[in-house]
């Protein structure tokens, strides 16, 4: 199997910025598309940033320009680099992967989550 691991979240100030990083790890298997989708209390999960291995990327409409997803596919690791936050931020993030397990199914993997609080 594969576990996804994050972490960087935490409390910040209106227009500070914070680093989230997912690390996948288990045995034998291939990462497709990674991605980052947050959840605030009352609201459903929404999608923040994707990226294939290609390297394109996909961001929300919210949070474009200020936010930046990467990937080091020979570290299994994706990165989200938030920039400018905003109260409206503030939310759960979870790290998404499809994971393709060599010679299994592919499937979709989430991480635990990590709390990103934003002070005005």
């Known amino acids: 199997q594969v576990q996804l691991v994050e972490s960087g979240g935490g409390l910040v100030q209106a227009g500070g910025s914070l680093r989230l990083s997912c690390v996948a790890s288990?045995?034998?298997?291939?990462?497709?598309?990674m991605g980052w989708y947050r959840q605030a209390p009352g609201k459903q999960r929404e999608s923040v940033a994707l990226?294939?291995?290609?390297?394109?990327?996909n961001y929300a409409d919210s949070v474009k320009g200020r936010f930046t997803i990467s990937r080091d596919n020979a570290k299994n690791t994706v990165y989200l680099q938030m920039n400018s936050l905003k109260p409206e931020d503030m939310a759960v993030y979870y790290c998404?992967?499809?994971?393709?397990?060599?010679?299994?199914?592919?499937?979709?993997?989430w991480g635990q989550g990590t709390q990103v609080t934003v002070s005005s």
């Open positions: 998404n992967a499809n994971i393709w397990i060599i010679g299994a199914m592919t499937d979709d993997y």
């Open positions: 288990g045995r034998r298997f291939r990462i497709n598309v």
């Open positions: 990226i294939i291995s290609g390297g394109s990327t």
